[in-house]
T-cell receptor
Framework: DTGVSQDPRHKITKRGQNVTFRCDPI?????LYWYRQTLGQGPEFLTY????????KSRLLSDRFSAERPKGSFSTLEIQRTEQGDSAMYLC????????????????????FGSGTRLTVV | DQQVKQNSPSLSVQEGRISILNCDYT??????FLWYKKYPAEGPTFLIS?????DKNEDGRFTVFLNKSAKHLSLHIVPSQPGDSAVYFC????????????????FGQGTILTVHP
């Protein structure tokens, strides 16, 4: 397994167009997350899935954003009617979940990020 | 509201010396903390983590200290090497009622570490 893969690495689009990004997580990870990072800031949580269920969506995720993970494997993030403010790095991550609350893992639950998709809206 | 803060945007250290990166948090529900390292055009890479049941965790040159009463954690890198130059993020999470990882990470703004030869 080569880690978390994201496609494309870069996307330039005109304002008002729709874009879709794909994320392939580490195969044995049941959780998949989307984050957004702008210049000078840390990653901000957008949404996450456990298997195919979307368990939480951030207030940052407007109704122009939709994420899916139809078979509990890869995920897509679509942005409709893009705006210049959507320009950012979109990061995907995957992890396991722990069933041993008294023994938290020291490996960060294997929380692994992909290299991201850089979106530029012109 | 910024629940996790890294108040130093940058840190410059001589090779071989200690680097100390600091992080403060406001949400007392956080019980699991992680440090990530990020190079340009790459995603963050996990470095080290600590649970709130501990006050110290060590892994090679990296040690994380947690002071729950002060809601403060720090990452020590000893000795620092030029290859450590990167952006460092601290992140926090909390467990749900079932004790499983809540999953969502809240990140600080990052600290740019430069290690000079």
């Amino acid at each position: 397994d080569t880690g978390v893969s994201q496609d494309p690495r870069h996307k330039i689009t005109k304002r008002g167009q729709n874009v879709t990004f794909r994320c392939d997580p580490i195969s044995e990870h049941n959780r998949l997350y989307w984050y957004r990072q702008t210049l000078g800031q840390g990653p901000e949580f957008l949404t996450y899935f456990q298997n195919e269920a979307q368990l939480e969506k951030s207030r940052l995720l407007s109704d122009r954003f939709s994420a899916e993970r139809p078979k509990g494997s890869f995920s897509t993030l679509e942005i409709q009617r893009t705006e210049q403010g959507d320009s950012a790095m979109y990061l995907c991550a995957s992890s396991t979940s722990s069933l041993r609350p008294l023994h938290p893992p020291l490996d960060g639950y294997g929380y692994t990020f992909g290299s991201g998709t850089r979106l530029t809206v012109v | 509201d910024q629940q996790v803060k890294q108040n130093s945007p940058s840190l410059s250290v001589q090779e071989g010396r200690i680097s100390i990166l600091n992080c403060d948090y406001t949400n007392s529900m956080f019980d699991y903390f992680l440090w990530y390292k990020k190079y340009p055009a790459e995603g963050p890479t996990f470095l080290i983590s600590i649970s709130s049941i501990k006050d110290k965790n060590e892994d090679g040159r990296f040690t994380v200290f947690l002071n729950k009463s002060a809601k403060h954690l720090s990452l020590h890198i000893v000795p620092s090497q030029p290859g450590d130059s990167a952006v460092y993020f601290c992140a926090a999470s909390f467990s749900n009622a079932g004790g499983t990882s809540y999953g969502k990470l809240t990140f600080g703004q990052g600290t740019i570490l430069t290690v000079h030869p």
